[in-house]
Structures are given as C-alpha cells and as structure tokens.
C-alpha cells in the first residue's frame, strides 16, 4: 500500500536536458543498459563494503547479484539488485541530481560541444546516465528500499521523462533497487533494437558488462528433453576480471585464454604485463605484447589494442588516449576506476590522469622489452622482428623516451652477416679512437653492402648499421647521438676516419697535391652538372669506384625525398654532390683529357656517364635512361 504521495515538476532548463539526454545525447542507445548494470553493481559493492564496518545492517549479503527480468507481455525490462538501496530522501537526492543548481552551465556546455561523444561525457560527468533509460522506454518505475531499516517500506519513484516525476512510499519491498522500464517499440531507424530479446541481452551484456565482479542473472529459455522447453536462470556475465585480481592468483593458462579472447591471436603473447595503481588516481592495467604481428599492423586501418574499462564496465575499443601510436600492437585493458562512464574520445585526450597513466603505461611496456632483451635475448629478437619497424616510430614520435627507445634498437650491421645488434653492443665494439657511429641507409642490406659509400670505411674495418627500413630515414634525423656518440651517415658531409697524428700530417699533404692537380677539372665538372649537382669534389671515402653521390650533412636523402613526395608532400629538389676517386683510373684519364683538351665536347658525355653511373650504384633513378644508355653505347662502341 503506498503513501506520501509527491507529485514533482522538473524546472524549464532540467526539461531541456533531458530531451537531450533522450534524443539526441547517446549515439548508441543498447548502452542504457550499461547505465542501468553499472549501478546496480555499485549498489552491491556499497551494501558489502558498509556490511563490513556496520552490523546494524543485518544483511544476508552471501548471494549479492543481479537479476535481468523480460515480460513480454507488458513490455517491460527489469534491472533488479539486491544492493544498499536508497532511502526516500537518498532517491531524491540522488535522482534529483539533474535538477540541482549548475543545470544552466551543464545545459550551456552541452549545446556548445562540438560532437554526440563529448556531450555524452558532459552528462555522464553530470551523473544523470540514469536518465538513458528513457531513450528506450516510455515510463520507467524504480522501487527501493535502504538496507538496515527497521520496516519493509520503501520508495517508489515514476515518471515518462517528460514534465513531471512521482514518488511515493510502498510497503513490502525488498532490500535493494529496481529499475522497471517500459519499452517503446523496436525501431531500426531510430537506432533501438528489440530489448526484450534474450539473444539481444545477452549480446549487451557480453559486450559492456561481461567483467562486471557481480553475477548478472536473467531466466531463459532452454529446451527440454522431451521436446518442451523450460525457464531455467542462466549467469551472463563471465565475471573473469583478471586485471582486478592479485598476479599470483593468476594462472599462465587463465592469461592465455584471456588475451586470445580480447585479441583474437591465438598464439601465446609473448609478454604479459599486469600492474595496479593506487592513488590520486586508481586503475589496474593487464597487457600484453603478441607474440606475432597483425597483418594490418602498418595499414592505415590499424587501430590501438587498449580497451578502457571504469570498475569493470566496458567503456570503448581502440582507445588512443592511453597508447601512443608505435605502440598500437600492445593488447590489453585498463581499468580506471574515477572516470565517467560516458567519457568521451575526446574528454580522453585532454585529461591530465589519463595523460598521467599512459606515460606510466609507456615505461611499463619499454621496461618489459627492455628486461627481456636482457633476460631472454632469443625471444626478445623475434619480438623485435615483428614490431621492431613500430618501435622506431616511437623515435620520431616520443621524445620523451628516446633513450629508452634507443636501448631497444636492433638492427643489422656489417659486423655479422647473420644477426642484428643493439647500438650499446656497436659502442663496446668501437675502435680505438673510434668517437661516431657509422650507418647507412639503403633498400636492402645487399644495397647497402655494394655501395660506393662503404669502400673506405670497410677497408679501415670500421663497423656501419644497415639501415633499411623505411622509417630509418627519418629517425636518424631526428636522434642526434647514443649514449654521447654523435651518429653519422657515411653518404652525407664530411666522414672523418680518425687518421693518427703522423698520418694526419701525411693525409693532409697528400691531400693538398690531390686539390692542385684537379684545381681546372673540378670547377668545370661542376659547371657542366649543375643541373644535377650542386658541388663536385675529391673525395675521402672510395677505393675501388670511380665516384659516389653524397649530401651534406642536413640534407634530405632521396629516399626521403620519395616518401614525402609520395604522401603528397611538396619538396623542392635537392642537389647533392658528386664526389670523385682521385686515384681510378677512369677519373685520372678524364683529368688528364680535360688538361689537354678543355673545349672537347666529348668530356660533357664522359661527365654525365660518370654521374650516372654513381646514381645508379647508389640505388637511385635516372633523369633520362634513354639518354644515358644510348650516351654508353656509342662510348663503348668507339672502344673496340
């Protein structure tokens, strides 16, 4: 029998709000449901943790849970806990919220969001995700009783979201809250699917609450043995929340089984990292490094692998906020415990905490590579085979960890044909003297090997990194040195192969006669290539080739060039410069031509075959192939 009847009308500006929140707010209306769950969740963990510290509650708290109810007949859902409950002046406290003072500024804010998913956080921050509901059902009764009243009455709270809201006194409720919603009907274009589908249910459930600590249970139907079916109650959430848990309680099978059901790989990650944080801000994280790259991990339809979930409620896939890029190929959740279940994308982006716990998360993965390249450097080598090409993306894009990422390079070298190596490996090698780290960029090691720019530096058995990956072109710009060892590419500026003191003397002398003897060539070289090359001079680092192409020390790599040019990018060209052999035979002969004959016309041809062939030895394309193999052959042919 009820009593104490209140009939209630919301104010102007709570009535706007919440035909925003009914018809325009939520894009995806199945999370009502989610709204619905998560507090019913926390009404259990609020009447267990007060049970604890309070006995006048005088509780039985031994099957704490939440019950799904479907009447199809009268349409109607019900969310039902056996929680705290609420008192009369705790329903409207609580329910009431939307009606406090600051609805104008909430209401101001909301129509100045610039998207749904920002709004949607607006009124999750609100607290009034309660109010969802009413995106789905015309009326929505909720009755509840506090836990440790002396009698069994409760309140009972009603309303259709409209003008105005109901609430009375009900004898003969249970300890607890339950949320009746009366259902519109199922309606594709408006986005509302038929909620009194078990299936459907089911499928909400598993998707946002699956994780949820408390059982949720709903009566379904089952077929029976002799043909007819039954109602038996069936638990649908797994309630397998293993980030929540202690690692010890943990087994090795039970991370498996976990991290093949969130990723869908069903090979075993090669690392899993599980960590609690308490504090200002709390959250548990449990990731996981695959042990095998995803086919689209560098399409452009990659996406993150961290869920966010709040106290075990789904909340979004794909969450850029709290993995950087280069890290896209981790797996796993997160499980912030003070944010807004409505939190948006965009609300992610610019919160400090979250901001907070992503760099956390960041030196919690580097740290883990880190251990295992020391620890277990066999599995940690085919780990960087599949993600080492991400990695390296973190050096262009996180400068905040460079170092850490700099630890984790590996790469090959010309020290062994058959194995990579770490840049402190390359620093405990270095020769006597030896200050620089040599590298060479290339499309492939067998291009690398071959070229000119390697001549020099192989014979005075110096060691150089082969580069060939894409994105090493741009990291070497941008890391200037490891560990105080400047890097330096051997086909840009000046290479100084730290020659002794007497042979620096002698090096220099020598030198001194090589610039007097080609003092005419180089300047005419240089004027009848200007259109390819900027400056053609003797150089330091040949010893079989008649030339090489080489930038200075600030230019852009062809490579380089391409990339950009490809992403749509306009680049001015870039000349580079020819660097001649002094001691070839090729480049001797052109001297000693040039010295009798300047004006021969043929020394132009013999100028643009030597260019050409140094372009091509490096790898790049032609200006003009058909000018320079026809150029070739007539040279050839005048040979025989």
């Known amino acids: 029998m009820g009593s104490n009847v209140e009939t209630l009308e919301f104010q102007a500006e709570t009535r706007q709000l919440l035909r925003l929140v009914i018809h325009s707010i939520y894009s995806n209306k199945d999370i009502f449901l989610r709204e619905l769950i998560s507090n019913a969740s926390d009404a259990l963990d609020k009447l267990r943790l007060e049970s604890l510290t309070d006995s006048s509650l005088e509780t039985d708290t031994a099957d704490l849970h939440i019950s799904l109810e479907v009447d199809p007949e009268a349409r109607t859902l019900t969310v039902r806990d056996n929680g705290i409950g609420m008192t009369r002046d705790d329903l409207v406290e609580l329910i009431g919220t ?175 990292i599980h960590m609690r944080a308490e504090g200002t801000f709390e959250y548990e994280a449990l990731l996981f490094i695959p042990s095998q790259a995803p086919f689209d991990l560098f399409s452009r339809e990659s996406k993150p692998g961290v869920q966010l979930y709040v106290k075990r409620v789904f909340i979004m896939d794909d969450c850029e906020a709290l993995m950087p890029n280069y890290l896209r190929f981790v797996k796993g959740v997160v499980d912030a415990h003070d944010l807004s279940l409505s939190v948006s994308r965009e609300i992610l982006q610019h919160d400090r905490q979250i901001h907070g716990v992503r760099r956390r998360l960041v030196k919690k993965v580097l740290g883990a590579l880190k251990d295992m390249q020391s620890k277990d450097a066999e599995r940690y080598t085919k780990v960087w085979e599949q993600f080492g090409r991400a990695l390296k993306e973190g050096l262009v894009e996180d400068t905040d960890n460079t170092e850490a990422l700099l630890q984790l390079v590996s790469v090959a070298s010309t020290h062994d044909p058959d194995r990579t190596t770490t840049l402190r490996e390359y620093v405990e090698r270095m020769k006597d003297g030896q200050d620089t780290i040599y590298y060479l960029t290339g ?107 080489v930038g200075d020390a600030h230019d852009v790599t062809p490579t380089l060039e391409k990339m950009y040019r490809a992403m749509g990018q306009q680049m001015p060209t870039v000349k580079r410069i020819l660097e001649l052999n002094p001691s070839h035979p090729l480049v001797v002969a052109l001297r000693t031509a040039h010295d009798a004959n300047a004006d021969d016309p043929a020394l132009t041809e013999v100028a643009e075959l030597v260019y050409g062939s140094a372009l091509l030895a490096e790898g790049g394309d032609l200006p003009d192939p058909a000018r320079f193999t026809r150029l070739l052959a007539d040279r050839l042919a005048r040979t025989l």
């Not at 506090?146 to 009455?153: C, L, V």
């Not at 848990?245 to 690392?271: C, N």
């Not at 490891?482 to 002398?509: C, N, R, T, Y």
């Open 98 to 272: 939307i009606a406090k003072s600051g609805t104008a500024g909430l209401l101001d804010k909301i129509k100045e969001s610039q998207d749904a998913a920002t709004a949607e956080s607006l009124i999750g921050q609100f607290g009034v995700g309660f109010y969802s509901a009413f995106m789905v059902a015309d009326r929505v009764t909720l009755c509840t009783r506090r836990a440790g009243t002396d009698t069994d009455t409760g309140t009972r709270w009603e309303s259709d979201g409209e003008g105005t809201y109901a609430v009375q006194d009900v004898d003969g409720l249970p300890v607890g809250t339950s949320v009746t919603l009366h259902l519109k009907p199922a309606d594709s274009e408006d986005g509302r699917a038929d909620y009194l589908s078990e299936s459907k249910i089911r499928q909400i459930v598993k998707r946002y609450s699956d994780f949820i600590r408390w059982p949720i249970r709903m009566a379904t139907e089952h077929p029976g043995a002799d043909g007819e079916t039954t109602r038996e109650t069936d638990t649908l959430n797994s309630m397998k929340a293993l980030w929540a848990r202690p690692r010890t309680e943990v087994t090795e099978d039970e991370y498996k089984e976990f991290y093949q059901q969130i990723s869908h790989d069903w090979l075993p990650p090669a690392e899993t």
């Open 443 to 549: 499309e492939s090691r067998a291009m690398v090997e071959n070229s000119p720019h390697m001549e020099a530096v192989a014979a005075k058995g110096y060691e150089v990194l082969i580069l060939t990956d894409p994105v090493d072109e741009v990291w070497v710009d941008r890391v200037p040195a490891f560990d105080g060892h400047p890097l330096q590419s051997i086909a840009k500026g000046q290479v100084d192969l730290g020659e002794s003191a007497d042979g620096e003397k002698e090096a220099d002398a020598a030198k001194a006669q090589r610039e007097e003897e080609f003092a005419s060539l180089l300047p005419w070289l240089t004027d009848a290539l200007s259109e390819q090359v900027k400056q053609v001079r003797l150089s330091s680092r040949l010893t079989t080739s008649a030339a090489c192409i």
